[in-house]
């Protein structure tokens, strides 16, 4: 069975830092799509970064970078010089292979704080 | 298009009364996803559709619920007989066939009192 992991419900982080947030995932497909998702309080799932199984580099977006090492399963998020904007719930979730739907499977989540 | 609506925003309702939430996906995405969220957890998978059919549908939709996407345009999902443990985010997404970005719509919340 497909499954999201993450192991941190809570991190803190100093404004302007770096942090990284963990995950991992299971799967047995070859063709699946890994996704980081922050969700503020208001609920909203703003999406941040995409990682394909078959790309080769690591995706980066702004501040986001997704640390994709495929033979240990982990989707690490990391985010650059925190921002107070930043706080909020960040998920990361598995595509399954577009052909057979493509829908999301989510981890637990983990809340981010930035400290002033 | 300003991306995925979702109506109503909030929704409180009392036990056993009937629900129906709607979704308006991205003018001319084939897929929409509905999703739930529980207070602390990640969202789970629901249904999807491709175009108008219903393709896949998980054990978590019992069959109190029912979902339809009419001409492939909008969707509804119904919840019949509402309890207190339906209470959660409901969460729509929709995306375009080959493209693998889902956009979210902001949800409903519905608090079954």
């Known amino acids: 069975a497909q499954k999201i992991t993450q192991t941190q419900p809570g991190m803190f982080v100093q404004e302007k830092e770096a942090v990284t947030l963990d995950c991992t995932y299971d799967t047995s497909d070859p063709s699946y799509g890994l996704f980081w998702y922050k969700q503020p309080s208001s609920g909203e799932m703003i999406f941040l970064i995409y990682?394909?199984?078959?790309?080769?580099q690591n995706a980066t977006e702004g501040r986001y970078s997704l640390n994709f090492q495929k033979a240990r399963k982990s989707a690490n998020l990391v985010i650059s010089a925190s921002q107070l904007g930043d706080s909020a719930m960040y998920f990361c979730?598995?595509?399954?292979?577009?052909?057979?739907?493509?829908?999301?499977?989510f981890g637990q989540g983990t809340e981010l704080s930035v400290k002033p | 298009d300003t991306g995925v609506s979702q109506d109503p925003r909030h929704k409180i309702t009392k036990r056993g009364q009937n629900v129906t939430f709607r979704c308006d996906p991205i003018?001319?995405?084939?897929?929409l996803y509905w999703y739930r969220q529980t207070l602390g957890q990640g969202p789970e998978f629901l249904t999807y559709f491709q175009n108008e059919a219903q393709l896949e549908k998980s054990r978590l939709l019992s069959d109190r619920f029912s979902a339809e996407r009419p001409k492939g345009s909008f969707s509804t999902l119904e919840i019949q007989r509402t309890e207190q443990g339906d209470s959660a985010m409901y969460l729509c997404a929709s995306s375009a066939l080959r493209t693998y970005e889902q956009y979210f719509g902001p949800g409903t919340r519905l608090t079954v009192t």
């Open positions: 990682q394909g199984s078959y790309d080769q």
């Open positions: 979730a598995m595509r399954e292979a577009l052909d057979r739907g493509g829908k999301l499977i």
């Open positions: 003018s001319e995405h084939n897929r």
